[in-house]
């Protein structure tokens, strides 16, 4: 299924500006262009310090956390919320490449009330942990 990431994306900023709108945040930017890989888009929402960032090529791929200089990907914020990897729902798999917005808005709902609404020191603190379970976690072999 060949997909215009920019219309796409903007599809997916309406499912999920309920759950981001309803925290304060607004939807600051969207780009899109060609790149090696392709058609992008992407997409910034911002409260204050927090931003939340969207990649979109032929499905929503890079979800990102920021607090001021401190960001977290999607996947690494809800194992450290979770304490288990890959038991959410984004990115989750399916033809239809709406549906991770829909997985991301779900994931948001359940696990990211510290993103959200929390305190900065809470926010920091998972991405700390974060970054300690990258660092214990097994390596392959290179």
Known sequence: MVTDPARTLAAGVEILAPVLERHGFTHASSAAGDSSGGRY????WERGRRRVELHFRNSLGLVR????DTSIA???YM???TGERNVTEYPGFSDDPLDGFRHLRSDLEKYASCFLSGSDASFLE????ASELKQKAPRLPG
């Open 41 to 44: 888009a992407s997409s910034m």
């Open 65 to 68: 956390y920021h607090l001021g």
């Open 74 to 76: 999607h996947e690494d």
């Open 79 to 81: 194992w450290a919320v």
């Open 126 to 129: 998972i991405a700390h942990k």
